[in-house]
C-alpha cells in the first residue's frame, strides 16, 4: 500500500511537471502544431521526470553503470509508448471534442492517470524485475 501511495504522489508530481511544460506553448504560441508542440515536450519532462523518481524510490533500482542506466531508461521510455498513446489520444480527443478552457488539461490529466497504472505493471515485470 504505501508503494502504491508513492507512486501515485509521483504520478501528480509528473503530471503537474508535463502540464505545466505544456501550458507555455498554448499561452504563447497558436496554430495547428501548437498541441503536438506542447505534447511532445511535456512527454519528455514528464518521463525523466517519473523515470528518475520510480528508479529511487519505487524499485529501489542502482544503475551499475552509465550504460546501465541508458539501457534501462530506453527500455522504461519503450515500456511508455503504449501508455503515452492512451495520454495524448485522450488528451487530443478532450481537446478537439469539448469547447471549454482547457479541456486539454482535463483529457491529458485523465489520460496520464491510466497510462501511469498500465505503465507501473510492465514496469514492474519488464523493466526492474528482480532476477
Known amino acids: 500500500m504505501y508503494t502504491a501511495c508513492k507512486?501515485?504522489?509521483?504520478?501528480?508530481i509528473a503530471t503537474g511537471i508535463n502540464l505545466l511544460t505544456q501550458w507555455p506553448f498554448f499561452l504563447l504560441l497558436d496554430g495547428f502544431w501548437v498541441l503536438y508542440l506542447a505534447l511532445c515536450f511535456g512527454t519528455l519532462t514528464g518521463l525523466?521526470?517519473?523515470?528518475?523518481?520510480?528508479?529511487?524510490?519505487?524499485?529501489?533500482?542502482?544503475?551499475?553503470?552509465?550504460?546501465d542506466d541508458l539501457s534501462r531508461f530506453g527500455?522504461?521510455?519503450?515500456?511508455?509508448?503504449?501508455?503515452?498513446?492512451?495520454?495524448?489520444?485522450?488528451?487530443?480527443?478532450?481537446?478537439?471534442?469539448?469547447?471549454?478552457?482547457?479541456?486539454?488539461?482535463?483529457?491529458?490529466?485523465?489520460?496520464?492517470?491510466?497510462?501511469y497504472t498500465i505503465k507501473y505493471l510492465l514496469d514492474k515485470k519488464f523493466v526492474f524485475k528482480v532476477a
Not at 507512486?7 to 501528480?12: G, I, P, R, S
Not at 521526470?49 to 524499485?59: A, E, G, M, S
Not at 501508455?83 to 496520464?112: K, S
Request: charged content about 10%.
Open 48 to 67: 525523466i521526470t517519473k523515470y528518475t523518481l520510480d528508479k529511487r524510490w519505487i524499485f529501489y533500482y542502482t544503475a551499475h553503470s552509465r550504460r
Open 7 to 12: 507512486y501515485f504522489v509521483f504520478a501528480l
Open 75 to 115: 527500455l522504461y521510455s519503450l515500456m511508455g509508448v503504449f501508455t503515452t498513446a492512451v495520454f495524448w489520444g485522450t488528451e487530443m480527443g478532450f481537446y478537439y471534442t469539448f469547447e471549454f478552457a482547457g479541456a486539454q488539461y482535463v483529457g491529458g490529466g485523465l489520460g496520464l492517470m491510466v497510462g
